[in-house]
């Protein structure tokens, strides 16, 4: 179901947002009924707490919503979605409190406060997002927020279906349907087909699995410059013949997030009409277990020539992507980016809310820095740390999928994909989770966009570099 605003012409309830600091001020201008209500039902405009407040005749006349302070605005994002499941079912217009600042990303996070997945529920649930809705505030472009919105849905959508509905083939169908709905340009190389058209490491990766692997080549656009997209398209991870545990094997239908955010992102610059030349490449495969799945210690050739020692078959993601980047590089796009649910890691450096990403180029990583703090898609650089490129390079091979030792996982995995890019003028890699592990505000528990509102409100300014 779309997130969207409510209907400018629709009756609403006003909201005001009040810091803590504030509301001793605000309460004595009201009538003392008000001062009444207030006292009595202990509103103290603490982060997330929500208050209706009646007319003289019991009717709804408007609705409180703490913002705390700013201290603790600083721990979370959207602070307003942390009320909405708190308000009653109508349609609401802020009417004051939320600096002007903060209205793009509280307005956002009220939209996406209504997401919910609900594919495979047998029994209808009440949908929030229609029960609880907010009118678009002065100020913001509306269309715009809701086109982030239906981007973030669709990467949600992707990361949340099970492996079992999003195998390669759904993803390529997912594919399909959004190149169909603007107009690009699609196609497709799948199976043996790899081989021929020398993809062969995203063929090793796939080709144990009942499923083809392929590679999905989506293009869009016809003016501006050229930025190519490359999502890591796993649809499901056994770690191959180097088996993962049962508990860390969980979580691994969203394998795929890189390509779900790929496409959220290339949703959202499609949708916005944006001037540039669109390329998105997806190599889509499951890592599975039968006779012929590649083992440790092969050495593979990959589409650059490089060749790569398998030191673990649970380190697939970095081939496959380097088959898709070496593609995507033979054009020099203006800008490549690859997403990437890539090592544990970037987990254990950053967490699950950061998204860790790596560039050469020091004023790309500011203005990504400084785009991502702005729309509340924290992004955090690490290092292409060249003294750790021995690590990679294990004698026998030109490189070492999975370096011994345990040190610098996630910079060790983008050192090796870095090695697949040499014409692009810029490069940028995310290491994401792309997962919501508790429910927080404007964010369900499950799938989650991890960079591209970020990248979206950079791109202008890193083409322009």
């Given amino acids: 179901m779309p997130l969207t605003f409510a209907e400018a012409s629709q009756s609403s309830l006003p909201v005001i ?19 009444n209500w207030l006292t009595s039902s202990r509103f103290t405009a603490a982060l997330g707490q929500v208050l209706m407040v ?3 005749t019991g009717e709804p006349h408007c609705a409180l919503i703490g913002y705390g302070s700013a201290s603790t605005r600083k721990r979370g994002r959207f602070a307003l979605a942390a009320s909405v499941q708190k308000l009653p079912e109508g349609c609401y217009h802020l009417q004051q409190g939320v600096p002007v600042a903060d209205l793009d990303e509280q307005a956002l996070g009220w939209l996406l406060a209504g997401y919910s997945f609900e594919k495979y529920r047998t029994q209808a649930q009440p949908s929030r997002q229609l029960a609880v809705q907010l009118k678009a505030p002065e100020g913001v ?5 809701e086109v982030i919105a239906a981007g973030e849905t669709l990467t949600r959508d992707l990361v949340n279906t099970p492996a079992c509905d999003m195998g390669p083939e759904q993803l390529e169908a997912a594919c399909h349907h959004l190149a169909g709905r603007f107009g690009a340009q699609m196609s497709v190389i799948a199976g043996e087909a790899l081989l021929e058209q020398n993809l062969p490491l995203i063929h090793a990766v796939g080709r144990a699995a009942s499923h ?9 656009g016809t003016r501006g410059p050229t930025v190519t ?12 013949l180097n088996l993962k545990p049962g508990n860390s094997m969980g979580l691994m239908k969203k394998d795929m997030g890189g390509a779900a955010n790929a496409l959220g992102l290339a949703q959202m610059i499609m949708a916005l009409d944006l001037p540039l030349r669109l390329r998105v490449l997806i190599p889509a495969v499951e890592n599975a277990v039968s006779g012929n799945a590649f083992r440790p210690q092969d050495i593979l050739t990959s589409r650059k020539g490089l060749t790569v020692e398998v030191n673990n078959t649970d380190a697939e993601g970095r081939l496959v992507l380097a088959d898709a980047l070496a593609l995507g590089d033979e054009q020099s796009p203006d800008l490549m980016i690859s997403m990437a649910t890539l090592t544990g890691a970037a987990r254990v450096a950053v967490g699950p809310d950061l998204a860790p990403f790596y560039t050469d180029n020091d004023a790309l990583a500011q203005v990504l820095s400084i785009s991502g703090a702005k729309v509340a898609d924290p992004v955090w650089r690490m290092p292409f740390w060249d003294p750790y490129e021995p690590l990679i390079e294990p004698g026998v091979a ?3 999928n999975a370096p011994a030792g345990g040190f610098a996982g996630s910079i060790t995995a983008a050192l090796f994909l870095r090695r697949f890019v ?3 003028k810029d490069y940028v890699h995310f290491d994401i989770y792309s997962w919501q592990r508790t429910a927080a505000p404007g964010r369900s528990k499950g799938g989650l966009g991890q960079g591209p509102r970020a990248l979206l409100e950079a ?7």
């Fill in 54 to 56: 009646p007319s003289d």
């Fill in 17 to 35: 947002v009040l810091e803590t600091s504030a509301l001793e001020d605000w309460r004595d201008d009201q009538p003392q009924r008000v001062r």
């Fill in 141 to 145: 472009d509306a269309a715009r927020l």
């Fill in 212 to 220: 083809e692997p392929r590679l999905i080549d989506m293009r869009w």
């Fill in 459 to 465: 791109l202008p300014e890193l083409l322009a570099l």
């Fill in 229 to 240: 997209l490359v999502g890591k398209g796993v649809c499901f991870d056994t770690g191959g």
């Fill in 398 to 400: 030109d490189l070492d």
């Fill in 422 to 424: 040499e014409q692009a």
